[in-house]
């Protein structure tokens, strides 16, 4: 095998794996306070390459889009928690997961109204156009972009959560959210920013996705599961656990397209199936 072949692939399988690592510490965030499995992270996902696109139509700067289209699908995440899942935190689990589908199929059904059910492409910026030589192999610029912006921004997640006051609450409320109540902590406050976070790491997780793969009302499915995978090999609400699940799935992703292409999805759930028959808790799970 080319080493040359192998080394890119691996750095694909990184870069794919921060992405999902993204959306698996927005997903285990939201699950983890929630307590609830996002269904529309997905879409969310999906709706964050929309706005980059929507918002480079009109201003031409990529790099204003990217900041902006994760901010917008931040808001949305605080109306749907605040509109949406708020009033149905008494009515039980079941009524905010049908809540979450049903505004998956309508987020995926008003970006076709919006923007068409054909796909579309997006170029990145004129900086990141082609490659760097890395020695051994010519390397496109922007994916090495997206593995290092998407490194930084997890690495921000988790210092945000580890070590600051706020990331303290949160973690409390992962683990018990009526005692963080009882303390006197805004619970509500609470659960809007933690949803709110997680919708902004998908929306990040889109609008870097989008120069990739391009961009088309569906998107958002695959990664909806892929996302799950991750934080069920991670450990419900493991947010450690998610970026090294989230590399893990990318890694084997990508050496197995390379050798099996027709097998590149189907590993990421016999990944799932191997780690959890051996710890069904999850890599970093302790319940």
């Known amino acids: 095998m080319n080493a040359a072949l192998l080394f890119?692939?691996?750095?694909?399988?990184?870069?794919?794996g921060m992405l999902y690592a993204l959306m698996g510490v927005g997903l285990a965030l939201i699950t983890g306070v929630l307590n609830i499995p996002n269904f529309a992270h997905g879409a969310l996902f999906a709706l964050g390459a929309y706005f980059l696109y929507a918002v480079i139509q009109v201003v031409d700067n990529f790099w204003l889009a990217l900041l902006l289209a994760p901010l917008g699908v931040g808001l949305l995440g605080v109306l749907i928690e605040y509109g949406g899942i708020r009033p149905l935190y008494r009515a039980g689990h079941d009524y905010q997961l049908l809540l979450t589908f049903g505004l998956s199929l309508i987020v995926t059904e008003g970006i076709i109204v919006v923007w068409s059910p054909v796909g579309m492409s997006q170029l990145p910026p004129p900086l990141l156009r082609g490659g760097v030589d890395l020695g051994i192999t010519f390397y496109p610029k922007y994916r090495l972009f997206v593995m290092v912006a998407a490194a930084l921004l997890v690495f921000g997640a988790w210092l945000f959560l580890e070590k600051t006051r706020y990331g303290a609450i949160m973690r409390a409320g992962i683990e018990d959210?009526?005692?963080?109540?009882?303390?006197?902590?805004?619970?509500?406050?609470?659960?809007?920013?933690?949803?709110a976070l997680g919708c902004v790491l998908a929306g990040v997780a889109g609008a870097l996705t989008a120069p990739i793969r391009g961009l088309n009302p569906w998107m958002g499915v695959d990664m909806l599961g892929i996302a799950f995978v991750v934080v069920a090999l991670a450990g419900l609400g493991n947010l450690l656990g998610s970026i090294v699940a989230g590399l893990l799935v990318g890694v084997a992703q990508s050496l197995v397209a390379l050798v099996w292409p027709e097998a590149s999805v189907a590993v990421i759930f016999a990944v799932m199936a191997a780690v959890l028959l051996v710890r069904p808790q999850g890599l970093f799970g302790i319940r």
């Open 177 to 195: 959210k009526e005692m963080v109540s009882l303390l006197g902590i805004d619970i509500h406050r609470l659960f809007t920013a933690a949803f």
């Open 8 to 16: 890119s692939q691996l750095l694909n399988g990184i870069a794919t």
